[in-house]
């Protein structure tokens, strides 16, 4: 299914992965890990056709289907149910149907029989290839990502960002691929919808690559580990499933400090008979002999891995504003016919914390775009209180031009800052040297978390609106996020599926969408995060 060959990747000139051949069979659940910005997400673009290797090969057999962390495929129009049944292609027949269909409702005489010739003849192609119990499928799998029938009767461009990743989630699990390649798939899930993902997976057939910093999926699914270590640019492989994985790499570590100290202890002692050596003048070359046994034995000890870096993240110190930085009067959005949300009132106070819950579709993500000026309400307004200065983190990025660079993103944030200063911020968002040339469209999921944050830092916002902060964070720099949002002295206004990030924001009030109901933060309604 797949044969990789002393593949190579690199990112500008930095080496992310050595040399490195392995392969992929039917049966084989690989859990993809690694710290955020270590090569994940390249690797796995290349393995699915979508980048290039620096060295080596990829060979490729039967179907694939590619989930990425920032899916933007389809026609903006499309109907989302028809985004999924395109996977074995049968939008197209579907459409034909459709056309055939509204021809013999308007038309009359030779114009209606044409019409129904040719829906017979759509028909038939659909029945044949199992088009009726396909569909039923196809409804069967989106219902269970959380979808909604009314939300598959819709365009793509009316959907949230987390209905559109689902949307493509169903694509790929109904296209009856021999191979998945899934990048962060539990993202935007309610908790139901990945308990069903994780059994989908524990029984797929095919070979499966998945990125995930969700343990409990990696734990439940895979059967062998890819550790990508950022440090050394090397991929070490571990055919077992996530306990023994973690099992074993503490072994390592054990073993790996016991050997160091036995070595240091040796060249300890070696180094100090070569000074004592190295007093005599008919002893010297015995000395210098005896200095490069030590450094030869420290040499031959892989000692202990380097731990990983993390970005340090602390929001800014928020600029002085009035009592009530923001206010929603009445906010409606409808798309169309399809009404999301109306008359929904709302008042961010200085330093007031809120969380928005809801279902997914309830319009959570919509009412932080309005609030943020990315969007225009239907109806109703949007005002900003004396000295509001907003910052905006998006689930979607869509804060960042993915056509300049991250140096030029960074500086569009932060104007009064100069070149060494954004570089320094930068540096501590673990953007070093050509990394900072690099366009934003080529980052991963977690190196887009990680610039985002960086110019909401550099921000001096004193309301901030967090849409799934911690998103494709690995577990340490989600525990930086966490920590930020805990300290942060401005208001907030987050969106999140974790409870880690209601917990660290410790809510005042909270917003339930669609109904626009607000009320004062009680444990009672901690239960419904999972399910937002």
Not at 296 to 325: H, M, N, Q, S
Not at 398 to 424: G, H, I
Not at 428 to 446: I, M, N, Q, W, Y
Not at 514 to 522: A, N, R
Request: include cysteine; glycine fraction near 10%; charge should be neutral.
């Amino acid at each position: 299914m797949l044969q990789v060959k002393d593949i190579e990747v690199r990112a500008g000139a930095r080496l992310l992965l050595s040399p490195v051949s392995f392969q992929v069979i039917a049966g084989d659940r690989i859990g993809l890990v690694g710290r955020n910005g270590a090569g994940k997400t390249t690797l796995t673009r290349i393995l699915a056709g979508e980048g290039i290797p620096a060295g080596g090969t990829v060979n490729r057999s039967g179907q694939f289907g590619y989930l990425p962390q920032d899916p933007r495929s389809g026609d903006p129009e499309q109907i989302a149910r028809d985004r999924i049944l395109g996977a074995r292609g049968l939008d197209q027949v579907v459409r034909r149907m459709r056309r055939a269909e509204e021809a013999m409702a308007t038309g009359d005489g030779a114009e209606r029989d044409e019409a129904m010739a040719a829906y017979t003849r759509a028909e038939a192609a659909f029945t044949a290839a199992g088009g009726y119990a396909a569909e039923a499928e196809a409804a069967r799998i989106a219902a269970n990502l959380g979808l909604a029938d009314r939300i598959l009767t819709q365009p793509l461009k009316t959907l949230s960002g987390g209905q559109r990743r689902r949307i493509e989630l169903a694509r790929i699990l109904f296209s009856d691929a021999d191979t998945l390649l899934l990048d962060e798939p539990t993202n935007h899930l309610d908790a139901d919808s990945v308990v069903w993902l994780r059994g989908y997976l524990q029984s797929f057939p095919g070979g499966l690559i998945v990125i995930s910093h969700d343990t409990e999926l990696l734990q439940a699914v895979v059967n062998k580990v890819f550790h990508l270590d950022a440090n050394r640019a090397e991929l070490d492989i571990y055919s077992m499933d996530w306990k023994r994985y973690l099992q074993q790499r503490e072994t390592d570590e054990k073993r790996r400090r016991r050997e160091l100290a036995n070595a240091e202890r040796k060249a300890s002692q070696l180094m100090a008979q070569a000074d004592k050596m190295r007093a005599k003048a008919t002893k010297a070359v015995a000395a210098q002999n005896m200095a490069k046994r030590a450094e030869k034995l420290l040499a031959g000890v892989e000692g202990e891995r380097r731990t990983d870096a993390v970005a340090k993240i602390r929001f800014p110190e928020p600029a002085p504003c009035g009592k009530t930085p923001l206010r929603g009067h009445d906010l409606s959005k409808s798309y169309g016919s399809l009404e999301v949300f109306t008359a929904v009132d709302l008042a961010i106070d200085k330093g007031s914390k809120v969380v928005i819950l809801g279902l997914n579709g309830a319009g959570k993500t919509t009412m932080l775009r309005l609030l943020a000026g990315m969007e225009t309400p239907s109806s109703g307004r949007v005002e900003l209180g004396h000295g509001a200065r907003l910052g905006y983190y998006a689930q979607e990025h869509e804060t960042l031009d993915v056509k300049r660079s991250v140096l030029d993103n960074m500086k569009s944030a932060s104007p009064n800052l100069n070149d060494t200063e954004v570089r320094k911020v930068l540096g501590s968002f673990l953007f070093t040297g050509d990394d900072v040339e690099k366009p934003a469209g080529v980052l991963s999921g977690g190196e887009k978390t990680r610039l985002a944050l960086a110019m909401l830092v550099v921000s001096a916002a004193n309301v901030l609106l967090l849409d799934e902060p911690t998103n494709n964070l690995d577990p340490a720099s989600r525990g930086e996020v966490l920590n930020a949002i805990r300290t942060y002295a401005g208001a907030v206004v987050l969106v999140t599926h974790d409870p880690g990030a209601v917990e660290a924001l410790e809510p005042d009030r909270v917003l339930v969408m669609p109904d626009g109901v607000e009320d004062l933060w009680s444990d009672d309604y901690a239960e419904l995060i999972d399910l937002a």
